[in-house]
Structures are given as C-alpha cells and as structure tokens.
C-alpha cells in the first residue's frame, strides 16, 4: 500500500521574489523535501507582485488580504486572514503538521485553528525584536523590544518544537523564558549552488573587470541594521592604499537613496556599485566573482549571505556586535571587526586583499567549515522532525 504524504503547511506573511534570508531557508527546504513523501503548500500575505493563483517552486501558496509594511515598498506585508478560511485551507488540503516561519498575526491565528484541531506545530525561529527596533521610531525602546520578546515568546512556548537556527538564538531565547523544546539547525546552504565557477558573462554583464580590480562585496537588505555606512566609509581608508578596490553593493531596501547620497559625499562614486536586486540565478555568481565579503550587520541570528560567501570559497569579514550569531562564522576564515570603526574594517579588507596567499587559505578555510551546513543534512533534519510529530499524532 503506497504510503500517504506528509502534508506541510508553511506559514509565513511574506512570500515573494524580495524574501530575505530569514525565509530563503524556509523555501530552499520546502523545494528539498522528497515530494513523494511530502506535500508543502504555504499561508502568506499578498503583495504588490502576487498572483490570483500563485505557486512557488510548484507549491501552492494561499495568500490572504495583508497591510503593506512600511518602508519595503510595497513587497514586505503583514497577513490579515479569517480563523474559518485557515480552517478551510487546512481541512481541504488535510494537514499533517504547521510550521510557522514568521511570529506574525497569521501565524498565531494559524497556531491557534492547529491547535483547536490537533495539528502539531513546528515554529523556527528567524526574527530578532532588536532587528525590528532599528527600524521604527519608539519613545521607550527597550519597553518595545521587550514588549516583542513577550509576544514572540507567547507564540514561540505554544509549538511542539521550536527551531532555532543558531546556538546564538537559543541561548537569546532562553533568556527570555522560552519554555519549548528546542532543535538547533542551521538554514543550510546548497552546496551545489553557491560554489566557485565561472563568471565570464556575469561579469561582462555588470562591467566587473579582475584583470584591474580586488572586489569587495555587500549582499543583504538596505536597511539599517545592516549597518552599511560603515562599510561605505571604510572604502576612503580602503582605496588609499589600494586604489583599484570596488565595492559592489547587492539588495533593495529604503535607506538606497541615502547611502548613495553618503557615497556621493565622500566621493567614491567611482569606487562603489549599487547593482540592485539579483534573481536566484545570478546571486551565486556574483558571490563567485567577488575577492572578500562583508557583513557589517548588528543584528542577525546566523547570516545566510554569510553561508553563500563560504560556500563559494570566500574569506568572510563580519562586524563583531554582540546581538549578531555570524561573529560565531568566522574561525580563521577572516576577521571579526568593531562594527561602529571604519578604519577598523579598512585595515581587515586590506590585509585580505593585498596578501593573496592569506586570501586563498582563508577561502579554503570556508569551503571546510560550510560542510556542515550542507542544506541536504538540514533537510533530513526536518524530515526527522516532521515523521516524529506526525507519528506521535497517529499514536
């Protein structure tokens, strides 16, 4: 007798061709699991750019009505979706297991049909309330970050098992009381993918030119707790001893305008390139042409660009702040830098970029160390996760 699908339900606000890292992870595993065994359909928000009938990967996404969140340009929403048609979705679809991947009001409306039902309930753990913090305004900021830990605590304490996808995380967590059981997994990275290869028309395609130039490289959010200024600044320190550096800065976010104001300012207009959004297809490039990448984010709990960087055979720089899991990455495959010192940064990128010897072991270093984030280990690990829950349930 053939065996019956396991039928996911991924829930996540937003689903689009914007998805940060923090749900790239999500998608790369749902597209992963053996869909002989498993099933994955989606509850997300509309945006701008959704479709009446909208598949990703040849999943089904259910979409619901959704309130555009400031400052992502109408990509980014929070779901406003009825108890009865989640109920609907999940009876027609029959449901095994809900697995949360953003702490929002469709999720906790979705936890809460499960939970009147019986389903098991997966949440991993990808947001940071101090992340949402640099990007508001708020009177009492720490009442508003620990306002969100309650909420997130709240919702997180009601799943079966919680992922966190860094030891960094679950130490946070537990320190705001979480009192569900925990399961540390990386979000994993596709080896097959995100690689060293050739780069001839990637390169020719955005003017990218190794016989002149060292390219230091920049993918993620435009916003604020990305902390790209200090990058940007550092390039003055950067190109006075190495005056044929570029930077190149990959993403979309609101603070575009404002950091192509500051490079105008310093004039290094010259030295630095905003080449926008990159599909799926061209992100592994253009992490195989650059020479060294760098994070200079506050806040993260593990850095997929990070992985991406190492799998692609890169020396990695990351800026050493204590509200960041991606300090935990680096381990004589770069450097750590103090997050808030230009010169600091300058003085990292230059030992990297001006010692080829160093350059080529610290790439080698990554290659060794991302093994173990290998994206076929973490989706075994789901699978794990998934046929425990399910058959506990039938129990």
């Not at 600091?344 to 230059?350: N, P, Q, T, V, W």
Request: aromatic share 8%; with cysteine; glycine share 6%.
């Amino acid at each position: 007798m053939k065996e019956k699908k396991i039928v996911i339900c991924m829930v996540s606000d937003i689903i689009s061709e914007y998805t940060g890292g923090f749900l790239k992870s999500a998608i790369r595993i749902s597209n992963g699991l053996d869909k002989n065994k498993f099933k994955i359909i989606f509850l997300a928000g509309k945006n701008k750019s959704s479709k009446k009938e909208d598949y990703i990967n040849g999943m089904k996404i259910y979409r619901f009505p959704s309130l555009p969140l400031p400052r992502m340009k109408g990509k980014g929403c929070i779901a406003l979706p009825l108890s009865r048609k989640i109920r609907e979705i999940l009876a027609k679809e029959k449901v095994d297991i809900v697995h949360i991947q953003t702490p929002l009001y469709l999720s906790y409306l979705a936890m809460k049909v499960a939970k009147n039902i019986g389903l098991p309930i997966v949440i991993t753990s990808h947001t940071q309330p101090e992340n949402w913090l640099l990007n508001v305004s708020s009177i009492n900021k720490k009442y508003f970050v620990d306002f969100l830990y309650k909420i997130f605590i709240k919702i997180y304490n009601k799943a079966d098992i919680l992922i966190c996808v860094s030891d960094f995380g679950k130490k946070l967590l537990r320190g705001h009381n979480l009192k569900s059981k925990i399961k540390v997994i990386s979000n994993g990275i596709d080896l097959s993918r995100f690689k060293s290869q050739s780069t001839n028309d990637f390169d020719k395609k955005f003017g990218i030119d190794h016989s002149k130039n060292k390219y230091v490289l920049y993918v993620g959010r435009l916003m604020k707790e990305k902390n790209i200024e200090v990058l940007i600044k550092s390039m003055i320190y950067v190109i006075k001893k190495l005056p044929n550096t570029r930077l190149l800065i990959i993403g979309e976010g609101y603070r575009e305008k404002s950091l192509k104001q500051l490079i105008t300012k310093l004039e290094l207009h010259t030295y630095a390139n905003f080449l926008g959004f990159l599909s799926e297809d061209d992100l592994p490039l253009v992490f195989a042409s650059c020479d060294v990448f760098v994070l200079p984010s506050l806040i993260e709990l593990q850095g997929m660009v990070l992985l991406e960087a190492m799998a692609s055979g890169k020396p990695i720089i990351v800026a050493n702040s204590p509200d960041s899991a991606s300090p935990c990455l680096v381990n004589e495959n770069g450097f750590l830098f103090d997050p808030y010192n230009p010169s600091d940064l300058a003085e990292k990128i230059i030992k990297i970029l001006s010692n080829d010897k160093l350059r080529a072991g610290m790439g080698k270093k990554s290659l060794r160390l991302i093994k173990k984030h290998d994206l076929n280990f973490v989706i075994k690990e789901h699978e794990k996760i998934y046929r425990k829950l399910c058959f506990a349930k039938i129990k």
